[in-house]
């Protein structure tokens, strides 16, 4: 019988990464990384790859045809069968509407926009990527499938939120709102891995 296989994005480091190896080392899983930091991606790939059981592939996952070709080399590498989706990959806060308003283009008078590229990865790429790992379940010969997605569970409400909490946060809020007695119709089951805080913090 073929092995299980996963798809961990951001899978070159941190929580990502670890996933991985449990996956390799405790449930005998054949697991695919995206990264986009190649160098440590595949250097943590050769480690782990003992018997053809550990890819790497250089993707940016905001980029939809790259995390999308991913999926259909993951499921071929894996003989036609994809078992698990780790949606994990993130970014910390790169901007913010708190920053200098000083910051206006020399030639408009304008402000700057303000850079959301962590909600793109932190949460826009998450939702394309249980889009396609949905599409690709189905096409399992067994019904079934996971789907996990790495969270935050910072409870400090009173505290304003960065771009980067609000997207990790999101994704939570997201998975929250899905119609799960749907989703799981076609036997796929959805979880939610967080991290972070868990405790209001005191008021200022
Ligand atoms: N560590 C924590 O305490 C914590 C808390 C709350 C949420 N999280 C979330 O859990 C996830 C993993 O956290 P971590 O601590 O392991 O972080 P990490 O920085 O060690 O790992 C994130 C990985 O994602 C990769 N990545 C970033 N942008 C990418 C992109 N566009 N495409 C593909 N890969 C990309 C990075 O290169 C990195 O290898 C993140 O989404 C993070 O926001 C972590």
New binding site residues.
């Given amino acids: 019988m073929s092995k299980p296989v996963a798809l961990i994005?951001?899978?070159?480091?941190?929580?990502?990464?670890?996933i991985a190896e449990h996956l390799i080392n405790a449930h005998g899983y054949r697991v695919v990384i995206?990264?986009?930091?190649k160098e440590?991606?595949e250097a943590e790939a050769k480690r782990l790859n003992v018997t053809d059981n550990c890819l790497f592939k250089e993707?940016?996952?905001?980029?939809f045809d790259q995390?999308a070709q991913a999926f259909q080399q993951t499921c071929e590498w894996g003989g036609g069968r994809l078992d698990m989706f780790v949606?994990?990959?993130?970014?910390?806060d790169g901007d913010s509407v708190y920053k200098d308003l000083k910051g206006v283009d020399e030639k408009t008078g304008l402000p700057k926009p303000v850079d959301l590229?962590t909600l793109?990865?932190?949460l826009n790429?998450v939702i394309q990527g249980v889009h396609l790992a949905r599409h690709f379940l189905l096409k399992n010969a067994t019904s079934g499938g996971k789907i996990v997605i790495?969270?935050?569970?910072?409870r400090r409400l009173r505290q304003p939120l960065s771009t980067?909490?609000l997207?990790?946060q999101a994704?939570f809020s997201w998975l929250r709102s899905l119609d799960r007695a749907r989703l799981r119709r076609n036997g796929h089951h959805h979880q939610c891995?967080?991290?972070?805080?868990d405790r209001d913090e005191p008021d200022a």
């Fill in positions: 994005t951001g899978g070159g480091s941190g929580i990502g990464l670890a995206l990264d986009v930091n440590r991606g993707v940016d996952v905001t980029n995390q949606a994990n990959a993130g970014i910390g590229r793109d990865v932190n790429a790495t969270s935050e569970l910072s980067t909490v997207g990790i994704r891995l967080v991290a972070g805080f």
